[in-house]
């Protein structure tokens, strides 16, 4: 996806922290950070670092308020009604690609009523199966589905999540048939899939490492487009032979959909500096997780392709939110 960090990056972050000037272009006041999450997961946990170095590097009050509910919708709608100041933000995840294709209305309208920020965090997804399998390998996987179609199992976090997504595309291009199990939430998922009650589950490197480490689980594949620095020796599914597979799951900043886009890119410059401190790089590095990302056109780019691409999954294999 996006592989950007260097030394260079690391020096202009903090120099651009150090600015006052951007800080004065950011209208005064509290800005409020919307997570449509309950408290505690990567979401949450990145709103709140962005907050802390922003709230450092401007002297403003930034304050992360967590409003979940209908699959993020209702904490996205407050943020698509707010005013276009700068003072009302939102940090969600890969549903806003999913969401438009998986719900037949939404009380906004995500090519108007928001707009990409920027990048915040990103992680790609590990394949794993239980130890005690017999697939020692991705490619050991894919021959077992295909000398017996749906009999492979695959767990997901739930009907519409991205580890359903990953199901779905791995089937794909794998030509296999493979046989969905659904749970609610990942870490019900990765329990089943640790104990052997299903084969396989596309997993969060936060979630999967210490069971990898420990020898409990195995990691077959990684998602991202190039090898993941969490699981340097695990290949990808494309270099595997299996076409353009790519599933990333990430969490970005929108804003209301008529912010004018000179203050859209100053909030996008504080926010990429305060993820490029390596005081940050390192605290998500180690759930293998990146901080940061790429030019706001390239993200808002990147927003409109996933857009695409999931929906096509999604309408292709009749997938519905739980």
Do not use: C
Request: glycine share 8%; aromatic share 6%; charged share 15%.
């Amino acid at each position: 996806m996006f592989r950007l960090h260097s030394a260079l990056g690391t020096a202009l972050a903090v120099l651009m922290l150090s600015q006052p000037a951007m800080a004065a272009e950011w209208p005064t006041g509290t800005v409020t950070i919307i997570v449509p999450y309950t408290p505690g997961n990567i979401t949450d946990i990145a709103a709140r670092i962005v907050a802390q170095k922003l709230s450092e590097s401007t002297g403003q009050s930034f304050i992360v308020e967590n409003k979940p509910g209908a699959s993020t919708q209702i904490g996205t709608a407050e943020v698509a009604r707010a005013e276009p100041d700068g003072r009302t933000l939102l940090i969600t995840g890969a549903g806003f690609a999913t969401n438009p294709a998986l719900f037949a209305e939404l009380p906004y309208d995500t090519d108007k009523d928001l707009v990409p920020v920027g990048l915040v965090v990103s992680n790609p997804l590990v394949l794993v199966t239980a130890a005690d399998k017999p697939y020692p390998d991705f490619a050991a996987l894919v021959d077992f589905a295909k000398a017996n179609p749906g009999q492979l199992t695959m767990a997901s976090g739930g009907n519409g999540t991205l580890s359903h997504m990953a199901e779905a595309l791995t089937a794909l291009v794998t030509g296999t048939e493979l046989i969905h199990v659904p749970y609610k939430g990942g870490s019900a998922a990765a329990t089943d899939t640790l104990s052997g009650h299903v084969d396989s589950m596309w997993d969060n490197p936060s979630s999967a490492m210490p069971q990898i480490e420990a020898g409990r689980i195995r990691p077959l594949a990684v998602s991202s487009a190039h090898r993941s620095d969490a699981f340097p020796d695990v290949p990808t599914v494309g270099e595997l032979g299996h076409g353009n597979f790519e599933v990333i799951n990430w969490f970005a900043m929108f804003a209301p959909g008529e912010t004018d886009p000179e203050l859209l890119d100053t909030i996008h410059d504080q926010v990429q500096a305060a993820l490029e401190l390596p005081d940050v790089q390192e605290r998500f590095a180690k759930d293998g997780v990146t901080a940061g990302g790429p030019s706001r056109s390239d993200f808002t780019a990147f927003v409109a392709a996933e857009t695409a691409k999931w929906g096509e999954i999604i309408r292709a294999n009749g997938i519905h939110a739980d």
